[in-house]
């Protein structure tokens, strides 16, 4: 299966057979792991969360493989592995060898952009199930702020696009809060 063909796939989210072919990659992983000091649980751990980030972004219509999907998540893994290591505040003396630059820097947007969506989903899960509910149907479902007002029970359109002002105003204020505790 060419890579393009896994990318297909992942777009028409088939991912049972490009997550199967994707794992073929993981002894590759597994070794760099290894190698700088990680077990294989910690190879599993970092294989699998590169395998979400390339998931996301390979859905994106817009994004485009600069380099084989091997390269592609042998850097996002390097990158994963090395964060880690510097979180566990392990001395490991190991010598960091740069990875293709432009695999390199991409790896580092997705892990920033997975940063992001990580603390938007602490701010959806904090701001309530009315917040959530209305956020949903307007941005993912593309309803009109008249349908909202009926499907949430709200008396007007009005009164549905108050409650969007407010649920938007209270999810950026949770987004400050915990950016400061950071």
């Known amino acids: 299966m060419s890579d393009k063909e896994i990318i297909d796939l992942i777009r028409k989210r088939e991912h049972s057979a490009s997550v199967q072919k994707l794992y073929d990659h993981f002894p590759k992983i597994k070794s760099l792991i290894r190698l700088k000091g990680g077990s294989t649980d910690d190879a599993r751990d970092v294989f699998q969360e590169s395998l979400v980030i390339f998931c996301r972004k390979a859905a ?3 994004f485009q493989l600069t380099s084989s999907i091997g390269t592609y998540l042998y850097s996002i893994c390097w990158h994963l592995w090395k964060d880690a290591l510097e979180k566990r505040n392990r001395n490991v003396p190991v010598e960091w060898k740069e990875v293709d630059h432009a695999t390199s820097a991409d790896a580092q ?3 920033e952009k997975e940063e992001r969506f990580a603390h938007i989903d ?3 899960i904090t701001i309530g199930d009315k917040c959530r509910q209305i956020f ?3 941005y993912f479902q593309k309803q009109s702020m008249a349908a909202i007002a009926g499907q949430m029970g709200f008396g007007s359109e009005q009164t549905a696009k ?3 002002y407010k649920c938007l105003e209270r999810a950026k204020e949770l987004a400050k809060e915990m950016v400061s505790i950071h």
């Open 122 to 124: 602490k701010v959806l």
């Open 136 to 138: 949903q149907l307007y």
């Open 162 to 164: 108050n409650q969007k």
């Open 109 to 111: 947007e997705y892990m």
């Open 60 to 62: 994106d219509p817009g």
